[in-house]
C-alpha cells in the first residue's frame, strides 16, 4: 500500500466484513477504495471479497490483481549443465519469506549466544505458525530446512471452520464454521500454501476461544499486545509441546528452540468486541477493590458498558449509503 501510494497508484482493497473497522481506516487513511464483501460468501462466490476483485479487475481498465494467493511471475534462468535459457515459474509470496523472514530468524537464533540459565542448540529445532494464505510458513520452512537445519519441525495452526490442515480429516471438526479469528485460515487451498509434509511436518487446529485465552496470557504476562492470530499460533504451540509426542520430546529437551510467529499486533483489532470486553470486562484485580474502597464507589460505577461501546463504533463508522459496511456478527451488539 505504501509502495502504491508513492507511485501515485489508485487502489481498491476488497475485504470480507469479519474484518476489522482499524484495518479499514488504516488503508483509507492511506487513500485507498475499500469494498466490504460478506463474510459468509465462498470464495469462489461473485460475491466473495476475490469474486468482487475480478469483476472490478474486469470492468475497470487498467487494473491488475496481484493475488497473494497465487502471486506469480514467470523468470529467466541458466542451466548450470547446458547453459541453456530456461523459463520457470516462481511463486513471490513463499519466496519473500524465504530469502527474508526465514533468514531473519535463523540469524537471531544462531546469534543468541547459549548459556547456563538459557541454554540453546544453536539452531531452530521448530517453527511454529498459523497459516493464511501459506505464503509466510511455506518461504520460512524452506529457509530453513534448505540451508540452516533439514531436521527443523514446522508446526501449521489453523482455525477450526478453515480447510489448510493436512490430511483433510482434521478438517472435519467444525468443517465450514465462522470463527472470528482474523488473518489466517480459508475455505480453499492457496496456490502459495505447500501442504507437502516435507515443508509443514504437522498441523493442528484451534479455536477461538483458544486463541484469545492466550492473547490474555500474551498480554499480561509477555507485554506483548498482539492479535487473535499470535494467539492461535501459541494456543497451538502449547497444546502440541504438552499433548503430542514430539512435541513433548521438544519440550524435555535441553537447549531446543521453538520458534512461535505472532504476525499481528492489537493496533487492528482495539474496537473488536473480543479485545474490548477482554481488556474491560477482566474479573477486578485486589487493587481495582482497594481503589473503589478508598474511592467509595461501586465496580458497577466505573465498569464499561463493553456492548454498547461496540455498538457506538460500528455506528460512528457506518456509512447509510454503504450496505456492504462491517457487520459481521462479533461486530454488531446483540
Known sequence: MLNTTDKGYSV???MPNKMSLEKEAALRALGAEVVRTPTEAAWDSPESHIGVALRLQREIPGGIILDQYRNVRLSGCHS?????FKRMWQVNNPLAHEYTTGPEIVDAVVATPSTEEHPSSGKVDVLIAGAGTGGTITGISRAIKKTHNKDCIVVGVDPKGSILAYPDTLNE????AQYVVEGIGYDFIPDVLSRDPADVNEWLKTSDEEAFEAVRLLMRHEGLLVGGSSGSALSGALRWLHSTEKGRAI???KGANVVI???????????KPWFLKMALEAEPSPLARRIADVLKTSRSDVQTNVDGLASGIAARTSAPDLDNRPDALDEVSK
Open 173 to 176: 471438526d467444525g468443517k465450514g
Open 261 to 271: 510467529l505472532l504476525p499481528d499486533g492489537i493496533r487492528n483489532y482495539m474496537s
Open 80 to 84: 548450470p549443465r547446458d547453459h541453456s
Open 12 to 14: 481498491i482493497i476488497t
Open 251 to 253: 519440550a524435555q529437551t
